[in-house]
């Protein structure tokens, strides 16, 4: 079950990652035509450039679940299959690690303790707190960055998951790769 939650998970951002690639590759290309005609709109700029951070978080989540990143495996090659299961399970346990504390350190960023006790009032949360999170504009979109700063937390719960469940398919020895998912055991 909690790989098929993680499976579905890592779908949908592999759907919202390829989706934010189409914005990106659209706004570079009105972009160039709009500054090739002199009538540049400076807005598209800012927003490729959150689109392809989006994309980028949201592909490296998802790349977790198919434990499909780029990897040097001179290591593990040398190993015996014991070994490799022993690694496998040691970089598992690092990657659950590293997105505990993603979590940890977005739930200081984000505060949301300190949001709730501000009354939800952006300008009183940071005469408190000295955090702009909620109140600071982008340059030319004119949205709040709040908006665009969600994904690390989105992705340190994605990667939360993707890592506990590869993290029990190691423990119960039900490790799928990108290969075995594709062709079977």
Not at 16 to 28: G, N, Y
């Given at each position: 079950m909690l790989h098929t939650l993680s499976?579905?998970?890592?779908?949908?951002?592999?759907v919202?990652?390829?989706?934010?690639?189409?914005?990106?590759?659209?706004?570079?290309l009105v972009n160039v035509l709009t500054r090739a005609m002199d009538?540049?709109?400076?807005?598209?700029?800012?927003?490729?450039?959150?689109?392809?951070?989006?994309?980028?978080?949201?592909?490296?989540?998802?790349?977790?679940?198919?434990r499909s990143g780029i990897a040097v495996t001179l290591l593990p090659d040398a190993l015996s299959p014991a070994g490799k299961?022993?690694?496998?399970?040691?970089?598992?346990?690092?990657v659950a690690i590293?997105?505990?504390l993603m979590i940890w350190f977005c739930l200081r960023w984000y505060d949301p303790l300190g949001l709730i006790a501000a009354g939800f009032d952006a300008e009183a949360f940071q005469n408190d707190t000295f955090n702009f999170i909620y109140a600071e504009p982008t340059n030319t979109l004119g949205i709040r960055k709040i908006w665009v700063w969600l994904i690390p937390g989105i992705f340190a719960?994605?990667?939360?998951?993707?890592?506990?469940?590869n993290l029990h398919q190691s423990l119960t020895g039900g490790i799928h790769t990108t290969e075995t998912e594709a062709t079977g055991p």
């Open positions: 499976a579905r998970w890592a779908q949908m951002e592999t919202l990652a390829a989706i934010f690639a189409a914005l990106v590759t659209l706004m570079v009538q540049s709109i400076f807005w598209i700029d800012e927003a490729a450039i959150y689109a392809m951070i989006w994309m980028a978080y949201l592909g490296a989540s998802a790349t977790l679940h198919h299961r022993r690694l496998t399970l040691l970089v598992d346990l690092v590293f997105a505990g719960l994605g990667t939360a998951l993707h890592a506990i469940a």
